[in-house]
């Protein structure tokens, strides 16, 4: 069985560039009478050769046009050796973390913004849009000629709504780190009417409430969303929200509540509260269950955890539905709502860290010679309903192999 874990493979190629991006900080040499940075990329990336970064004072005084820089070079994200402070003292630090947000066009937005104060001033007001900009086709006398002109006509330019909402939610968006993932959400909500004009009350957008808008558009601007909006966060943080928002609107479609008990969940003020409720929920529905299947229990009951003895690091299938109805209750999340569907299989494995379950699709592809069963990792949960780590879904992808 060859199981694709789109998760771990794209981390490993995340990983694995960043590694030879490492590489390149010290292959640095700063040219203290030209003012350069001198990047020898031959080793690592042949193909680019030697890149040059002109220093952020002769950036500022430059008349020259401005190069076509490699997008790939994250140089901002680079450990700092000697040779490459030199050149990265002069920048002013806002300047680098705004450019530092973004997986690419890091040095064609530096140069930008040291040539170009009306740049500038956008990189400080919305990155967002400066980082689009670099992105796009236009030639730099273009862009030059898009600054003197309003914010709308600017954003309409680089294929958003030119509408002034547009430019207040560019302007509102906080975010700590933009990957692809992160600029495809921004993209669902600018092209979406309904959600951008409902995001138009959030004072600050950060990657939780974004992330929120653009999955769960009925929750934007209820209480949840305004909390989650002054809060800090982190990507990992992100994917547990959107992960138990999941959970929870799923079990209550089963559960086929009402309306008013749905609406609880944007009612909540904090995460806690939410995944509170999916536990009420969980508990009635395993009740429901085990009644029919002439389990009734009480609340003191135990799980029937005869079968979990025998669990090691080698991933073991469960094919009873009352096993799939004990790790609900273990979990804490509801694995047997799956359970009827001829194309998926529940499997589940102990670590160091404690009992772990993967649900996997299994799908046929038709290949030269013959169909070929493959398969997709639907959810994977710890208990306490926790999402894993890179160790649990390395053992996982191990085991397929």
Known sequence: MHLLCEFKLLNTVISHQDLKQQRLAQHCFWDEEEQVLWIDCRQVFPELGVVSAPSWDDLMMSSSEIPEYPSQLTILAWSNFSQLSYWRKQIPKWVQESCALFESHQLKMLHYS????????????????VWRLMCSSLSESEIVALMSGKRQQLVAQVGW???AEAVKFLRNLRL???????????????????RLIALQSLPRI???ALSLASVFPALIGSRL????AQLPCRPMQCQSMVALLEDAYALAEWLA???KEIAKIGECRYLVEVSKL???WLKEAVSAEQTGLGLAFSDHQKVDDSWLANLSETPKKLCLKQEWLDLSQLQQHAWWLDCERSNVSLVVWKDSEGIWSALIENQKSAEKQGSVLNSNIIRVRGEKNTLPG???LTALHLWSL
């Open 206 to 208: 950060n990657s939780m």
């Open 225 to 228: 969303h305004h909390a989650l």
């Open 176 to 194: 700590r780190h933009v990957n692809k993932h992160i600029s495809e959400q921004v993209e669902v909500c600018l092209m979406d009417e309904q």
């Open 161 to 163: 709504p030119g509408r």
């Open 114 to 129: 040291g040539k170009y104060p009306q740049v500038l001033e956008l990189l400080d007001h919305a990155p967002m849009l």
């Open 257 to 259: 509540l009402p309306k």
């Open 390 to 392: 890179a160790k649990q």
């Open 278 to 280: 999916y536990q009420v």
